[in-house]
């Protein structure tokens, strides 16, 4: 699958938007991305899964580690792929942490997957779960690598499709500036 059909998937689920919003944290982007909406079609979930561990076969990871909740879906379909176990970490005071009896033991070979990279930061936290428990890991990827292809990781790190969704403060977003009315992800039209 190349990155030309992952996009054609997220445009037909409704999970890629062009255009001129308003995200969450103020700022103002010409897209907006929801991997949810496609991971909601299993299909699409098993097909994405197969395409990133496909790229991340060569690494012989012997377990899938994903931070909830946005990397639940695809770490599990990659792990699926890979035919290796998919455990997750999740908050805890904070701090992310293995809960529910997961382990990983000194021989473990992880790769960290989530659903969209955009600094990294989230990566790299879930790669320092992995080390802290013991375990080596060997590499990371994501749907979508939002970070500009370098999210300055450490180990290997694929993503099926690579987007620049610039996001700018509102008073220096080119869009306002051109007078296109505005669309805040999420809400009804
Ligand atoms: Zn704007």
Same mark, same amino acid.
């Given at each position: 699958m190349d990155s030309s059909a992952v996009l054609s998937l997220?445009?037909?689920?409704?999970?890629l938007h062009e255009g001129h919003f308003k995200l969450s944290s103020g700022l103002h982007?010409?897209?907006?991305?929801q991997c949810a909406l496609v991971l909601q079609h299993p299909a699409h979930a098993e097909a994405l899964g197969r395409a990133l561990g496909d790229k991340?076969?060569?690494l012989h990871?012997?377990?899938?580690?994903?931070p909830a909740l946005g990397g639940l879906i695809i770490g599990h379909e990659?792990?699926?792929a890979l035919g290796v176990r998919a455990i997750f970490a999740e908050r805890q005071d904070n701090a992310l942490t293995l809960r529910r009896g997961f382990s990983l033991a000194p021989d473990d070979r992880v790769v960290v997957i989530e659903d969209v990279v955009t600094t990294g930061g989230s990566t790299r936290e879930t790669m320092a779960v992995a080390m802290a428990a013991g375990a080596t890991v060997v590499g990371a990827g994501?749907?979508?690598d939002r970070s500009g292809g370098s999210p300055g990781l450490e180990v290997p790190f694929k993503a099926l499709v690579t987007l620049n969704l610039a996001t700018y403060?509102?008073?220096? #977003?080119?869009? #306002?500036?051109?007078?296109e009315p505005i669309i805040k992800p999420g809400s009804r039209k």
């Open positions: 997220f445009r037909e689920s409704g999970a982007s010409p897209g907006y991305l991340l076969r060569d990871a012997t377990v899938v580690l994903s990659v792990a699926r994501a749907i979508v403060a509102p008073e220096q #977003c080119p869009m #306002c500036a051109r007078g």
